[in-house]
């Protein structure tokens, strides 16, 4: 949104809210608090704030907070700021050619707040190499963003930013297609692209039928080779679908878009909870959306597996299910790779639990296998015999001894620490039990060269290391 229909859009959305609303406001219709929090303020107005750009929003936002009928409101906000200035009435939407619409935020892991504290590829290729050395058969798959992938309608975004997030999301696709369980279908859907058809939906943040059915033959194939033609997926008659970007904007967008069903016969003999699926949306979309007989993709094929979304799996509630499968599936969309970068140590930590590893040693200190710890941090370092560097590896430090008062606040836990310089991918790097600490060691780098900072309360030891080797071989399993 322009900085002048910015500073325009509450006024004039003012003007006509005196009108349409005021009848509702005099009967004593109030809009209710919002969200369990205090209504915006106004803010002051003088010679000094009405300069400033947010002096605006902060109106907006205030006015919107308190509109009787708001839902009506939002939608003549909308109204205006399209129909009157041509722009999006939200900072979330932007209006693309001929109706497109994008979702902003896909710009976010290019941006301050949003960007991965660690590079995303690496995160992807560390939890799908985890997956495989614990016997398991990864499935890993990250959806590209809506406005890398269909740039064909796409204006008014920064190219620069733009950029960025394409050379970000490029970066995560080229890992996974070096990986063996790693799966990007971002070549696929930019050759459909390419020809003339596009593989999202107008109005929506998710796929169309053929962006769908490219995902769900990846999916099912690399559960099974040959599963998708088992399956023989189909489009049935096209439906009206809501677009879920028409709410920000307060306008009903609907897309014509035919749902997908399963018109096989596939060999659905998987135990239950043989397999684990962690989505988000864009999964749940391609693979969980009725059929027109009330029945999904994921019914007909996958009957009594398990699904966990990702703040399950960042509260350790997809652990069990985890250890428990042969198979472990994992989608994120684009936007969410500092999710994904941030959560990753979750999965990481959780199956390289059950694996045994080469012994590495403490340099330093009272003995070679244990180290006691002070409440300041002081560095430490590790040797291995062989501290090979051609593939990454994982440092699992196991915690034999730490104290912990009854009478402490369950708030604040007594903490161990092993941090590294730098931000690594996946690093469980502090914990209030007795959970071994992981660190990731990437491709290219010494664990002598490994400088940790570790500190805990007095009594606290931390045990002799392990170092778990990530060719993408299954590793043997503890006793």
């Known amino acids: ?37 205090e209504k915006t303020a106004f803010p002051d107005l003088n010679r000094g704030t009405l ?35 041509g722009d ?45 050395a614990s016997g398991r058969t990864p499935a890993v798959i990250v959806a590209g963003s809506k406005m890398v992938t269909h740039r064909d309608h796409l204006k008014g975004v920064d190219a620069d930013a733009l950029s960025c ?45 053929l962006g769908r059915e490219v995902f769900a033959r990846t999916i099912l194939d690399a559960v099974r080779p040959g599963l998708a033609d088992e ?74 597996q398990t699904v966990c979304n990702w703040t399950q799996m960042y509260q350790d509630g997809c652990g069990p299910a985890m250890l428990a499968a042969r198979t472990v599936v994992i989608e994120s969309v684009g936007r969410n790779l500092d999710l994904f970068a941030d959560t990753c140590w979750r999965p990481v930590s959780t199956l390289s639990s059950t694996l045994r590893g080469e012994p590495a040693r403490w340099v330093g200190g009272a003995s070679a296998t244990q180290r006691p710890l002070t409440a300041d941090a002081t560095p430490a370092r590790l040797t291995v015999d062989d501290d090979r560097t051609d593939v990454p590896r994982l440092v699992r430090i196991p915690v034999d001894a730490l104290p912990v008062d009854p009478a402490a606040d369950p708030a604040n836990p007594p903490l161990v620490t092993a941090i590294p310089p730098q931000e690594r991918a996946c690093a469980l790097a502090a914990v209030a039990d007795r959970t071994p600490l992981v660190i990731p060691v990437p491709t290219g780098e010494r ?19 392990e170092v778990l080797v990530l060719d993408n071989e299954p590793l043997p399993q503890r006793d």
Request: with cysteine.
């Open 51 to 85: 300069r400033h750009e947010r002096t605006f929003q902060q109106i907006d936002t205030a006015i919107r907070e308190r509109l009787p009928l708001r839902g009506d409101a939002i939608e003549l906000r909308g109204r205006i700021a399209i129909n009157l200035f």
């Open 447 to 465: 664990i002598a060269d490994l400088e940790l900072q570790v500190a805990g309360p007095p009594g606290s030891e931390l045990g002799r290391p």
């Open 88 to 132: 999006s009435p939200t900072k979330d939407v932007v209006l693309g050619e001929d109706g497109w619409l994008y979702y902003r935020p896909e710009l976010r892991i290019c941006e301050p707040d949003g960007q991965p504290k660690a590079p995303a590829e690496d995160a992807v290729g560390l939890v799908t190499r985890t997956i495989t």
């Open 165 to 209: 997030v394409a050379a970000a999301e490029s970066a995560v696709h080229e890992r996974l297609d070096e990986i063996p369980g790693g799966y990007s279908i971002q070549s696929e859907l930019e050759q459909l692209e390419e020809s003339g058809r596009p593989t999202f939906l107008k109005s929506d943040t998710h796929w169309n039928a």
């Open 1 to 37: 949104m322009s900085s002048r229909v910015r500073t325009l859009l509450p006024i004039v959305w003012l003007l006509a809210l005196l009108v349409l609303p005021a009848t509702a406001y005099l009967v004593g219709v109030r809009q209710p608090l919002l969200e369990n929090r």
């Open 231 to 304: 399956a023989r997926l189909r489009p049935l008659d096209e439906t009206d679908r809501a677009g879920d970007l028409g709410v920000f904007i307060g306008q009903d967008r609907v897309d014509r878009d035919p749902m997908l069903t399963v018109t096989g016969s596939p060999k659905t003999d998987f135990r239950p909870g043989e397999i684990v699926f962690v989505g988000d949306s864009q999964f749940d979309t391609a693979m969980r959306t009725p059929g027109a007989d009330g029945a999904s993709i994921f019914d007909r094929v996958f009957p009594e």
